[in-house]
Structure formats: C-alpha cells, structure tokens
C-alpha cells in the first residue's frame, strides 16, 4: 500500500489510508468513462485508499441513485461520480447534466458524505479527451473531502 503523497496541483497532502470510496460510473459514453475510471482507480491505488466499490449505471442521470444507495451505506466514506455528457443537437445534455449535478448535490448535503462530480460535461468528443484527466482530480478531491468530513 503506497504512503501519504501530494495532490496533483494543490500541493495538499493526501492519505488515502482508510478511506472507503465507491465509483459510480455511466455506461453511456463509456469509451470516456472507462478512461475515467481507470485514472481513479490509479490515483486512489497511488494515495493508499482501499480498492474501491464500482457500480455501472446506463448514464449520467442514473447516477444521483445510485450514489444516494452508496452515501447511506456504513462503510462508504466518499463516492466519486464519472460520466460523460457530451453536448448533440437537442437540448438534452442540459437537462441530463443540470440534473446529474443537482442529485450528486442533493444527496451529499442529506447525507454529509461527499459526492465528488466527476461528470464531464463537453461540447464535443475532442474536449472529453482533453479532459480525461477528470477522474484522478475526482478521486483526489474524495480523499481530501473524505478526510476533512472526518475530522470534524
């Protein structure tokens, strides 16, 4: 198991030791969201955290639930929310993100446990890439959140 090393950027101090996270990933877009995944995973691996929980839901409006069943669970520390809403022609992709956003919201303030929104929401494919970075800063956001929440 790896020791405390620093966030990427923050400079914070991160020791994943301990800390219980569950991934909650879409399927839809999952060429983007396997990549997100595996760069959680990496970054939690890299801090210390205990392998994760990973559930797979169909998309990014599924997700709220089921990180709602994960907040509410007792051995659940941080969920970590990934998924790919990638702007088409319909209006679709602002109802789906709005809402994802404001579930992961809703369910970390009922439940006091943090609920990291690693949901890329982009205007086409090419800025997804560019941002695929998105699921190691979501697992390091969950570890510092995780802990902070702890010690108060």
């Not at 959680?40 to 990973?54: C, D, F, I």
């Not at 559930?55 to 941080?78: N, S, T, Y």
């Not at 702007?87 to 303030?109: I, K, N, S, W």
């Not at 982009?122 to 800063?137: L, P, S, Y």
Request: proline share 5%; glycine share 10%.
């Amino acid at each position: 198991m790896s020791t405390p090393s620093k966030s990427r950027g923050s400079g914070v101090d991160l020791d994943g030791r301990g800390v219980r996270v569950a991934i909650v990933c879409g399927r839809f877009n999952d060429f983007v969201t396997e990549r997100l995944l595996e760069g959680a995973v990496t970054a939690l691996e890299k801090h210390g955290a205990p392998e994760p929980v990973v559930a797979w839901v169909p998309g990014a409006f599924e997700i709220p639930l089921a990180a709602q069943h994960f907040a509410r669970r007792d051995d659940v520390d941080a969920v970590i929310a990934l998924g790919a809403v990638i702007r088409g022609d319909t209006p679709h992709f602002d109802y789906v993100a709005g809402e994802c956003a404001a579930g992961l919201m809703r369910v970390q303030l009922d439940t006091g446990v943090p609920c990291v929104f690693g949901v890329l929401t982009t205007e086409n494919v090419e800025q997804a890439e560019e941002r695929i970075d998105k699921g190691v800063e979501s697992a390091e956001v969950a570890i510092e959140m995780a802990t902070l929440v702890k010690e108060r």
